[in-house]
């Protein structure tokens, strides 16, 4: 009876360790997956900021021209800018939590 738990447990142990090697690879993919997610958020967030950049200099230089007419519609997209790159930080803090955890769980 002894030998026929020690056989068991060395079955369970070695099945655990093949999972544990199957899923090894599978952790690396979703990790890098988020990696390459943190890379692309980035750069659309930096894209972002540019646009949004760009239309508080259209304000600025409306407002100095005095340019009234075009003063609503510029706020209007600067705030809507403001929206994008607000959101495109949201997810770029999301993946780096993602992978974060890949990272723990791995």
Known sequence: MPQLKKLLSGAVLGAAVAGLL??????AQDIKNDTKDIRQDRQ???SDRATRNG??????SDRQS????ALKSDRQTLAADQ?????QKRD???DKRDRRQDVREK
Do not use: D, S
Request: charged share 10%; proline share 4%.
């Open 66 to 69: 005095g340019n009234t007419g």
């Open 55 to 60: 239309a508080a200099q259209q304000l600025r």
């Open 83 to 87: 929206k994008t790159v607000n959101q």
């Open 92 to 94: 770029l803090r999301q």
């Open 22 to 27: 199957c899923a090894a690879p599978a952790m």
């Open 44 to 46: 659309t967030l930096q």
